[in-house]
């Protein structure tokens, strides 16, 4: 005798799950980036900021007692001084928050943005390279790929983490 199965067993199984990647999605201007959640060790309210005079995009601030160095992210993106965008690096007129991430080689960096982020599972088949074309004119940096969604909704700009943290290390030497 055949054994019978319900109707939602059947339509479970002929489904197939599509593989989903988890990201750390926030806003830098009007663009959204994503951060692969596995490199952000925490999301905290930012404190201050030091030590940046020539606004090279680079300084320093304190993280549970030792030193973390700061990367306006928006100067390494976008390529621009911070003095083109104050509100990066040293706005106190709102609530900020820093990013905290670690690259493969366990360099961590601290990563200053305006608005709160937010946790998303993405599907792998969303996220495509960059045209060759794009990546040549130079406008966005640190950028592995994009994510291709519904026409209504922007695309999601994949960061490098590490090209993040090692154009950090290369200003520091």
Not at 105 to 130: C, M
Not at 141 to 157: A, G, K, N
Not at 168 to 173: G, K
């Amino acid at each position: 005798m055949a054994a019978l199965s319900s109707s939602r067993t059947r339509r479970s199984r002929s489904r197939t799950a599509e593989a989903t990647r988890q990201v750390l999605v926030f806003q830098l201007q009007h663009e959204w980036f994503a951060l692969p959640i596995e490199a952000v060790q925490k999301v905290v309210v930012r404190g201050d900021i030091y030590g940046d005079p020539n606004h090279s995009g680079v300084s320093l601030t304190v993280f549970e007692g030792r030193e973390l160095v700061v990367v306006d992210v928006a100067h390494r993106i976008f390529n621009r001084s911070t003095r083109q965008q104050p509100a990066t690096i040293n706005s106190a007129s709102s609530t900020s928050f820093l990013v905290i991430v670690r690259d493969s080689r366990d360099e961590w960096v601290g990563l200053p943005i305006q608005n709160p982020p937010a946790v998303r599972r993405l599907p792998e088949s969303a996220f495509a390279p960059l045209p060759a074309s794009y990546q040549s004119a130079g406008n966005i940096h640190c950028v592995s790929s994009l994510t291709i969604q519904r026409d209504d909704e922007p695309p999601i700009f994949l960061l490098d983490r590490d090209r993040l943290v090692a154009g950090t290390l290369a200003t520091l030497q």
